[in-house]
């Protein structure tokens, strides 16, 4: 499951404030920072870190005006403060501790239980991805495909804002059973029979 420690501007990471950290800034921040780049087949908002590290692929990512990461090893809770410092933030565990630079931690109270599981549903329930654009996908609701394994299936929904923008594809294949798969990686093709 893992320890996630957040950049947040609020007085928690669980707390909602009226500066959040927009996805625009931490674009511009990691646009400016040459040790973090964009991961997109990750998520909208998810930065791979090339700094020293005992992690393989040390990430920070965007999450509802926070950022956070999993497990930081101690190489990237520095790189988490410094971050955090320069968008007027500052990295709190879910414990509530805060960290500062130099490896110091300070200690407080924790959150209580309903205000980390307020904040955790506030993530589940969020706006999440921008959804895909219907019009991109090569083929339409009615249309034969053809799935990774080989099976061919009739497009019966495509719901691009379901599941926080990743959405949902539904499929019906010959034999009656019904599949769903996410938009943004369904693997699916479209299906044109031989002549």
């Known amino acids: 499951m893992g320890y996630d420690l957040y950049i947040t501007r609020g007085?928690?990471?669980?707390?909602?404030?009226?500066?959040?950290i927009t996805l625009g800034q931490w674009e511009a921040y990691v646009a400016s920072d040459p040790e973090l780049r964009f991961q997109g087949e990750m998520g909208v908002g998810f930065a791979v870190w090339s700094g020293p590290s005992r992690l393989d692929g040390p990430w920070i990512a965007y999450s509802e005006g926070n950022l956070y990461s999993k497990n930081p090893d101690a190489q990237l809770i520095e790189k988490m403060?410094?971050?955090?410092?320069?968008?007027?933030?500052?990295?709190?565990?879910?414990?509530?501790?805060?960290?500062?630079?130099?490896?110091?931690?300070?200690?407080?109270?924790p959150p209580s239980l309903w205000r980390r599981f307020k904040g955790r549903l506030s993530g589940v329930l969020s706006r999440g991805a921008e959804p895909v654009d219907p019009a991109t996908l090569p083929f339409h609701v009615g249309d034969r495909v053809r799935d990774f394994l080989?099976?061919?299936?009739?497009?019966?929904?495509?719901?691009?804002?379901?599941?926080?923008?990743?959405?949902?594809?539904?499929?019906?294949?010959?034999?009656?059973?019904?599949?769903?798969?996410?938009?943004?990686?369904?693997?699916?093709?479209?299906?044109?029979?031989r002549q």
Do not use: K, M, Q
Request: glycine share 12%.
């Open 81 to 109: 403060t410094a971050v955090a410092a320069l968008l007027g933030a500052r990295v709190v565990g879910e414990e509530g501790e805060t960290y500062l630079a130099g490896g110091e931690v300070r200690r407080t109270a």
């Open 150 to 193: 080989g099976r061919v299936a009739v497009v019966e929904r495509i719901d691009t804002r379901a599941e926080h923008g990743l959405g949902v594809i539904d499929l019906r294949y010959e034999n009656g059973t019904v599949s769903s798969f996410s938009v943004v990686a369904h693997g699916l093709e479209p299906f044109e029979e």
């Open 11 to 20: 007085a928690s990471w669980c707390d909602e404030t009226r500066e959040p």
